[in-house]
């Protein structure tokens, strides 16, 4: 019961004002639009006639696979994170039949390569190459930055660490967890304070970057 009203809330939740939105954009809209270079609102929108089904069933990042004939493909996110929030239950239900946390680390450290490793051969295989500089950039994002395999390992990553944190809080206690623990020290500080968050979206841009000239 309560898996099917996670999926079901899941898929269903943001529908509604979806469509809303879509149906404004590409029948609305254009009603009230005028001036010389209103011909170009045709073309944002050009992708949506005969696909609009695409956006509402949330498979746009996905098909078609060209970045001009998706249907309003800025909204890529979306779909994206209903795909990948599909894993969720099967991650939690995983870790919660293995009682040893070293087997569960090891076990998911392991699903965490192999997202990656899938990840570069999908890339590899096809000459996307690893950023953005080296395909065009309508082709980067339709054929790369779109699917979820490409952001699979940092959304399973983040899942495995809230998992960790929550049994490490359960296991020690609250306050004993916040007062002796390393870790959990650490990642309160960055919880609360923005200077460590920007630290490390800097550190990111820096491995974005170095990957570039790379």
Request: charge should be positive; include cysteine; aromatic fraction near 20%.
């Amino acid at each position: 019961m309560y898996l099917s009203k996670y999926y079901f809330r899941k898929i269903f939740r943001y529908m509604p004002l979806n469509i809303v939105a879509l149906f404004t954009v590409t029948n609305v809209l254009p009603i009230y639009g005028s001036g010389p270079i209103w011909n170009f609102y045709d073309k944002l929108v050009a992708g949506c006639k005969g696909n609009t089904w695409t956006n509402i069933l949330w498979i746009n990042n996905l098909y078609p696979s060209e970045y001009d004939d998706k249907c309003l493909p800025w909204t890529w996110f979306i779909p994206c994170y209903v795909q990948l929030s599909l894993i969720v239950p099967p991650t939690i239900y995983i870790y919660k039949k293995i009682d040893n946390s070293l087997y569960s680390g090891i076990l998911f450290l392991c699903i965490c390569l192999v997202s990656v490793l899938s990840n570069f051969i999908y890339n590899y295989s096809n000459e996307y190459g690893a950023t953005i500089a080296m395909v065009s950039q309508d082709e980067y994002f339709s054929k790369v930055f779109m699917n979820p395999l490409f952001h699979l390992s940092s959304f399973f990553f983040g899942i495995v660490m809230s998992l960790v944190y929550i049994r490490f809080r359960r296991e020690r206690g609250h306050v004993s967890a916040l007062r002796n623990s390393f870790p959990s020290r650490l990642i309160e500080m960055i919880r609360h304070n923005q200077g460590p968050r920007y630290f490390l979206y800097l550190m990111g841009i820096l491995c974005i970057f170095g990957s570039v000239i790379w």
